[in-house]
Structure formats: C-alpha cells, structure tokens
C-alpha cells in the first residue's frame, strides 16, 4: 500500500448535544479508494460531512498533504484539493445541467475537462440546456459524480454515488474511478452498493452506531462478511 497522504484521527462529531460518529480513523493514500459501509443511520453521511469541513469536529485531526484540514472551513479544503459530492441535494435544480457544471469554474463556462466524462454519460451533454431540477433522481446523481471528476481533485469524497443510477451506468462510474485511481487520484466512498465496492474498493471501514466495527482490504474481508453488517 502507497504512503498515506489523507489521514482522519479519532473523529467524533454529531448534532448539537448528539454525538453521532465516535472516535473514527481511516487514511487513504494515492491511487487508493477507501470505502465506507454500514446500515442506514450509523451515521456515514456525518462522518463525510465532517471531514468536507460542513460539520464541526468535536474530537480529533484530518490530515491532508502535510496540512491540518479540520482547522480550514469547507471552501479552504476543497482549494486545497479535497471535493465532496454529498448524499442529498447533490444538484442545483433551478440551473441548467450547463450551468451545474461549469458554476465553479473561474472561467464559468465550457472547457474540455468534461469531454471524456460526456463520452461514457451522453445523455448528459444531450440535455445540458435542461433544467438539472427536471432530471431524476438517479441522473442527478450522475450529473454531481460528473460534476466533482471534472474538478480533478486529489482526493474525493462520495456519499452514495451510485444511488438511482442505472446499472450501465454505474459500470461506466467504476471504470472512471479506476481510471481516476490509476493516475493517483483518492477516493473516500460512502456506499451500500457491494458489487461497485469489489470494482474499486480497495479497503473498507465498516460503521456501526457512530463507531467502527470493522475494517481491512476489501479482498480480504470478501462480499459475504460485509453483506452481513449490512442486513443485521
Ligand atoms: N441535520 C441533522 N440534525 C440532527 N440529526 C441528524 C442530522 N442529520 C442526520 N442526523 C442523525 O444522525 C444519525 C446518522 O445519520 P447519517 O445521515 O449520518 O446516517 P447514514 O449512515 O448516512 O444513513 P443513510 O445510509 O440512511 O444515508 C441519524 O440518527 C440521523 O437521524
Ligand atoms: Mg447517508
């Protein structure tokens, strides 16, 4: 395994007076996809939030390329090259799918870093001067993993990528992923789905009540063991 460049250290944060993710480390180095698992509720999204700096740590460290990121607001992470796609709300509704796109770019408008992303997605490009708010749900989905590739980011944070999506299409999302991954790009992955996991995982913590219950190579563990944190 590659050195470790994004490191989170005895995470905890929650709600309020709720604390809801308890004392969580994880690390990820280039080229690597750490995955995380777990039931509905044991707090994934939390965690990913709190590491994209849109929730406070109460306890503990993120580590990014020799920096301390959980000290940074949400915008100071993603400039230092740290992008978050979030579960909910992934798109704005009201714009065109165009406008999705290009919003936070400098320039605000059409250059090629989508280009290859259209290839694989062509019903997206097909429907740029769409409102995003007309898409469903699952193209939504599509069009924020377009969205945050295009920012070609060092490291990635997905919460549920694959939700709604078509199968086709979610083959087509592992294949950039490894693709991404190859050229040494990171991935932290919120998913329920275990069959992309094998396609990109390459190790996997698995959440349980806020903590963790388990984690190792993805190989290692094998479908049968997650599927079981999963049902009970
Ligand atoms: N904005 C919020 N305010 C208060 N509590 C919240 C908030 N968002 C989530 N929670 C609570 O935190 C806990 C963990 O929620 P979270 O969304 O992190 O779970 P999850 O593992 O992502 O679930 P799912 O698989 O359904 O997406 C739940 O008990 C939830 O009710
Ligand atoms: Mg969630």
New binding site residues.
């Given amino acids: 395994m590659s050195q470790a460049d994004f490191e989170f250290e005895g995470v905890s944060c929650g ?1 309020g007076d ?1 604390v ?1 993710v308890r004392g969580l480390s994880g690390r990820v180095g280039p080229g690597e996809v750490l995955a995380v698992l ?1 039931r ?7 965690l990913l939030k709190a590491l994209a700096g849109f929730l406070p740590l109460g306890e503990g460290q993120v580590q990014w390329q020799g920096q301390r990121l959980d000290t940074l607001p949400a915008h100071r992470r993603c400039q230092a090259g740290m992008v978050y796609s979030p ?1 909910e709300n992934v798109v704005f509704g009201d714009l065109s799918v165009q406008a999705n796109l290009w919003l936070h770019h400098p320039a605000g408008r059409p250059d090629s870093r989508y280009d290859a992303l259209f290839e694989l997605f062509p019903r997206l490009r097909e429907r740029l001067a769409q409102t995003a708010g007309s898409l469903s749900g699952g193209e939504r989905k599509l069009l924020a993993f377009v969205r945050t590739l295009g920012m070609q980011a060092g490291l990635c944070l997905l919460d ?1 990528p694959t939700e709604g999506v078509q199968p086709e299409n979610i083959e087509r999302m592992a294949a950039v992923i490894r693709e991404r991954t190859a050229a040494g790009q990171r991935f932290l992955i919120v998913e329920q789905n275990l069959s992309f996991l094998e396609q990109v995982a390459d190790t996997v913590l698995v959440m349980d009540h806020g903590q963790m219950v388990l984690n190792g190579r993805m190989q290692d563990l094998g479908r049968e063991t997650l599927e079981q944190y999963l049902l009970i």
């Fill in positions: 709600y709720t809801v777990g509905n509720g044991v707090g994934k999204s939390t579960q549920e």
